[in-house]
Each structure stands twice: as structure tokens, then as C-alpha cells.
Nanobody, 123 residues
Framework: VQLQAFGGGLVQAGGSLRLSCAAS????????MGWFRQAPGKEREFVTA????????YYTDSVKGRFTISRDNAKNTVSLQMNSLKPEDTAVYYC?????????????????WGQGTLVTVSS
């Protein structure tokens, strides 16, 4: 599956942004989808993911209650609504797709990546 992410930008702390990821490929609905991010000088880290079949969602602790992931299998898209943004959320955000269970997700195990979109949160 091929991925293209968009929707990043500059926002003030406390603001909101919505990222979207468009996928190509007939088997999109069979892929778990998610987002990682990479801040300057840091390793890529998991942010959130959603399963392909039952829509189970999982979030890293730092974004719980602020970020919401959703998917539309009919449109082959996954979205990330980010609210109450903080300067520490500043990073390049990458859309990710993989068929392995979420327990096996990590920056070195993901099979498909989008090109990344920059989110900058000013204080």
C-alpha cells in the first residue's frame, strides 16, 4: 500500500490541526493504520494506530485525550485530529500502514510509510 500524508502546518499552542493520509491499493481495508512522529534530533516514535477490522485505537500516553485517529475504508483514508497542541508535539508526522498486530508496531517494523508532514507548534 502506498501512502500520502498532508495537513501539517504551523499552529499556536492550544490550537488544532487535522492530518490526513490517503492510501492507494485494493487491500487498504486489511491494513492497520497509524501515525508516528519524529522530532528534530530524536528517534521516530509511535503516536497512534487503528485496527483494520474492529476500529480499535491505541495512543501513546502523551497524546491521550488530545489526539483522535479515525479511518474511512470506503475512501482509503486515515485521519488524525490533534487538539490542545503543545510545543512538544512539534515533529514530522508519518502515516504508517502494516498488517501486523499493533503489539508488533515499531519504527523499524512498519512496512509502508507516507512521506511525512511537518507540524510546528509555537509557544
Amino acid at each position: 500500500v502506498q501512502l500520502q500524508a498532508f495537513g501539517g502546518g504551523l499552529v499556536q499552542a492550544g490550537g488544532s490541526l487535522r492530518l490526513s493520509c490517503a492510501a492507494s491499493g485494493r487491500t487498504f481495508s486489511r491494513y492497520n493504520m497509524g501515525w508516528f512522529r519524529q522530532a528534530p534530533g530524536k528517534e521516530r516514535e509511535f503516536v497512534t494506530a487503528i485496527t483494520w477490522n474492529d476500529g480499535f485505537t491505541y495512543y501513546t500516553d502523551s497524546v491521550k485525550g488530545r489526539f483522535t485517529i479515525s479511518r474511512d475504508n470506503a475512501k482509503n483514508t486515515v485521519s488524525l485530529q490533534m487538539n490542545s497542541l503543545k510545543p512538544e508535539d512539534t515533529a514530522v508526522y508519518y502515516c504508517a500502514a502494516d498488517q501486523r498486530p499493533l503489539k508488533g508496531w515499531g519504527p523499524r517494523t512498519i512496512g509502508s510509510w507516507g512521506q511525512g508532514t511537518l507540524v510546528t507548534v509555537s509557544s
